[in-house]
């Protein structure tokens, strides 16, 4: 079963968390990691509204600052970048959906407990029907290094929000990347071999 139907089996976390402490975090169940080395990195990274990723060798990250808030999503590396975008877009719309959190966090006596009960099966909900909520489309790309066709997932709303077509976006495959190119009706356009640095 692709990855994307099946993307609870593949998640280690997802935080939602303020400069000062956590507001709500969803663990695998039995998962017992902790994540805060990562969560204090992420926090040094000011920069709002754009998605970082962090390749940890086992484990990939994905997150994003966004109404004083800083989402984050820990999964497996078999897991694409797109996905994750597109999971953490949609906690973040949730979220905020329900809880008025400017108004929560100016109260005195908040407690980061507060939001576990009524967010839990909310995130069980998204991450066990991910594939249902019509977030991403899956794309056939050619890889003429590898010499097959590859599933590039691209997120709606980086299709849908571009300024111009064709959109281009960078899969990293097995040591190489390839640049693709996507049009408005989610149609790869072309695909190049590009060199990689960093």
Known sequence: MPVYKNIAEFLEFINISNEKFTLFEWKPE???RRFDLDL??????????IFFHRDKGNMKLVYIRKHNLIYTVGASPAVQYQLLEALLEHIDLKFNEIFDVETILSYGDFSPGLFDNEFNPIIKEIVL???DLGLVKRIQ???RVC??????????TFIENAESYPVPIVYSH?????LCFIDKNYHHRGVELVNITG
Not at 174 to 178: L, Y
Request: proline share 6%; charged share 25%; hydrophobic share 40%.
């Open 141 to 143: 790309v050619e890889c």
């Open 30 to 32: 039995r998962s017992f």
């Open 129 to 131: 029907n991910f594939a």
């Open 174 to 178: 097995r040591g190489h990347a390839v």
């Open 147 to 156: 010499g097959t066709v590859l599933p590039l997932f691209v997120k709606k």
């Open 40 to 49: 204090n990195i992420i926090k040094e990274n000011p920069i709002s509204d």
